[in-house]
């Protein structure tokens, strides 16, 4: 037993790697980067302020519910393809530093043009959680 609370309380306040995976379909998109300055990054793109956190080698996990389309965005994903579900649009993406396939969700009031090569967002804090690169514990931030 990793972690016990009920299944939403766990799903949203993951406390290390493996739960943050465990819980949720799909499920979280984790992507290799590290901690500078407070700042993440993944890959070279400086892409959320996380303020506390010490200089250091993490993993962040994003729920797929976690990105909010901007074309001014920090955050570059190689666009795979567009599935529209009616309420929601799935985004199926590629990134150099995530674990496998990448998976976004967001509502279909958002259009994304499939023929793009790329897709930029913002992400939202409360969705994105980073983890030790070692411990893979939570590592929480401001």
Same mark, same amino acid.
């Given at each position: 037993?990793?972690?016990?609370?009920?299944?939403?309380?766990?799903?949203?306040?993951?406390?290390?790697?493996?739960?943050?995976?465990?819980?949720?379909?799909?499920?979280?998109?984790?992507?290799?980067?590290?901690?500078?300055?407070?700042? #993440?990054?993944?890959? =070279? *793109?400086?892409?959320?302020? $996380?303020?506390?956190?010490?200089?250091? /080698? !993490?993993?962040?996990?994003?729920?797929?519910?976690?990105?909010?389309?901007?074309?001014?965005?920090?955050?570059?994903?190689?666009?795979?393809?567009?599935?529209?579900?009616?309420?929601?649009?799935?985004?199926?993406? #590629?990134?150099?530093? =995530? *674990?496998?396939?990448?998976? $976004?969700?967001?509502?279909?009031?958002? /259009? !994304?043009?499939?023929?793009?090569?790329?897709?930029?967002?913002?992400?939202?804090?409360?969705?994105?959680?980073?983890?030790?690169?070692?411990?893979?514990?939570?590592?929480?931030?401001?």
């Amino acid at each position: 037993v990793q972690q016990i609370n009920a299944p939403q309380k766990v799903y949203n306040d993951p406390v290390n790697l493996f739960v943050a995976k465990f819980l949720g379909t799909p499920e979280a998109n984790v992507f290799q980067g590290h901690v500078k300055d407070e700042m #993440l990054y993944i890959g =070279a *793109e400086p892409v959320l302020k $996380v303020k506390g956190i010490p200089d250091r /080698e !993490v993993y962040a996990a994003i729920r797929p519910e976690g990105f909010i389309l901007d074309e001014n965005g920090p955050f570059t994903l190689n666009l795979s393809r567009v599935e529209v579900m009616g309420r929601d649009t799935s985004i199926v993406a #590629l990134h150099p530093a =995530a *674990e496998k396939t990448v998976r $976004v969700i967001i509502s279909s009031e958002n /259009e !994304v043009d499939p023929e793009k090569e790329t897709v930029k967002f913002r992400l939202k804090p409360f969705k994105t959680y980073v983890f030790d690169k070692v411990t893979e514990e939570r590592l929480r931030f401001e």
